[in-house]
T-cell receptor, first 113, second 116 residues
Framework: AQSVSQHNHHVILSEAASLELGCNYS??????LFWYVQYPGQHLQLLLKYFSGDPLVKGIKGFEAEFIKSKFSFNLRKPSVQWSDTAEYFC???????????FGTGTRLTVIP | EPEVTQTPSHQVTQMGQEVILRCVPISNHLYFYWYRQILGQKVEFLVSFYNNEISEKSEIFDDQFSVERPDGSNFTLKIRSTKLEDSAMYFC??????????????FGDGTRLSIL
């Protein structure tokens, strides 16, 4: 069965630290990949997406992610986090031809001022 | 920026009762979705809806559940004979069909359903 794994459940960083959140998926075919963010009390918002082309994608608020097909990974990165990045981050995968998204369990990021 | 809106934000219902969760997708979107997130667990796909019919559904979406687009703006999820394990946050999402199914989904704030 298809699955999405986010191994970091809770990450605590100081402001200006670099961030990398892991995401791995299990599916051998073509995928679309997404990172969503959920700020406290708010809805899921799209951070960035990968459909095809350059495997390094840039999103909003200085986030980027790299698709490494051989590793079935789509890790999220930010060189310098801010307190306002405190949120829950969800990786999601959609198999080509399907409608639905498969989500990871989410990673809670806490940034300490 | 247009948003997906969901009502109510919190619904408390007695076990065995029926509940209807409401969503207003973004106006020019044509694909609609329901997901749920049980506390502490991952967001799970329930159903997708296109052209007035279900296009995909998960194993979770059994006969207890139904969806409807009763008019041009609302998209509802009905849960019959609610059980304690139906307690969760329910998210509605919609997407625009340009390029087929490949467009990102926009999510609402969710409805927290509590079954007593």
């Amino acid at each position: 069965a298809q699955s999405v794994s986010q191994h970091n459940h809770h990450v605590i960083l100081s402001e200006a630290a670099s961030l990398e959140l892991g995401c791995n998926y299990s599916y051998g075919g073509t995928v679309n990949l997404f990172w969503y963010v959920q700020y406290p009390g708010q809805h899921l918002q799209l951070l960035l997406k990968y459909f095809s082309g350059d495997p390094l994608v840039k999103g909003i608020k200085g986030f980027e992610a790299e698709f490494i097909k051989s590793k079935f990974s789509f890790n999220l990165r930010k060189p310098s986090v801010q307190w306002s990045d405190t949120a829950e981050y969800f990786c999601a995968v959609r198999m080509t031809g399907a409608n639905n998204l498969f989500f990871g369990t989410g990673t809670r990021l806490t940034v300490i001022p | 920026e247009p948003e997906v809106t969901q009502t109510p934000s919190h619904q408390v219902t007695q076990m065995g009762q029926e509940v209807i969760l409401r969503c207003v997708p973004i106006s020019n979107h044509l694909y609609f979705y329901w997901y749920r997130q049980i506390l502490g667990q991952k967001v799970e796909f329930l159903v997708s809806f296109y052209n007035n019919e279900i296009s995909e559904k998960s194993e979770i979406f059994d006969d207890q559940f139904s969806v409807e687009r009763p008019d041009g703006s609302n998209f509802t999820l009905k849960i019959r004979s609610t059980k304690l394990e139906d307690s969760a946050m329910y998210f509605c999402a919609s997407s625009y069909p340009v390029g087929g199914k490949g467009q990102p989904q926009h999510f609402g704030d969710g409805t927290r359903l509590s079954i007593l």
